[in-house]
């Protein structure tokens, strides 16, 4: 008899990523942004609508996913993804090593005890930035999601502690193509129900970052940090 059968196998490679970053990282640094792209998007670009944050102050740093591919066809414009559901833990596991490399690469040699970190996710980018939270090295000062939600995989009540070690804020556009009223309503259940601190920010807006709404969120942190409750 033919006992002949289709395995499946993993082997670990080593791969070349990138990552961006606009400012320095000096002695007068007091916040350090990690923001993390949506889906098709790319970091070089992604970084771009971080730049009103130069003001001496702010290091960002814009990792870049580990998937390319064409946006149309075979040729053209190209983006990046995070995952997809191929392999969907080996995924998560390798790109929370590629951004445990980038923390680790930048930040080892650093006291960062008068150093907010910032940790941005977009879009699919808001996914990637809570699993890194929990299963990676970074302890974020501010969880940020935007444009974005908390993944649907179950959240313990151990993970929940270490998120709300973290001030949370999603942000969510009053146009946003990809999320209604009624998705809004049943994640801010689903959340509640897990005892989530966090904070919703609606604004007036799409599925997009604008230096507006990035302007109002940064007064936000820093009236948070002053022990201020509002804008």
Do not use: C
């Not at 501010?142 to 009540?157: D, K, V, Y």
């Not at 904070?199 to 990035?214: K, M, R």
Request: proline share 1%; charged share 25%.
């Amino acid at each position: 008899m033919n006992k002949s059968k289709t395995e499946k196998h993993l082997v670990e490679v080593i791969k070349t990523a990138r990552y961006f970053t606009y400012g320095e990282l000096t002695g007068k640094t007091k916040n350090i942004w990690f923001v993390l792209h949506g889906y098709g998007q790319l970091a070089k670009y992604f970084i771009g609508k971080f730049k009103i944050l130069n003001d001496g102050n702010n290091f960002i740093v814009s990792p870049e996913a580990l998937n390319k591919f064409y946006l149309k066809g075979f040729s053209g414009r190209i983006g990046a993804t995070w995952m997809t559901k191929e392999e969907r833990e080996s995924e998560i596991k390798d790109y929370v090593n590629f951004l445990d490399s980038v923390y680790t690469t930048l930040l080892n040699n650093i006291n960062l005890n008068s150093i907010k970190i910032n940790l941005l996710g977009f879009s699919q980018g808001a996914h990637t930035a809570v699993r890194w939270l929990l299963k990676g090295k970074i302890e974020p000062d501010n969880l940020i999601l935007w444009s974005g939600s908390f993944p649907n995989e179950q959240i313990g009540e151990n993970e929940v502690a270490l998120l709300n070690e973290s001030s949370i804020f999603i942000l969510i556009g009053s146009r946003d193509e990809f999320i209604d009223e009624k998705s809004i309503e049943a994640e801010r259940r689903r959340l509640n129900s897990m005892k989530l601190n966090y904070e919703l920010i609606q604004f007036d807006g799409g599925h997009e970052i604008t230096g507006e709404v990035l302007s109002l969120l940064v007064k936000r942190l820093e009236a948070k940090d002053n022990g201020k409750s509002k804008i």
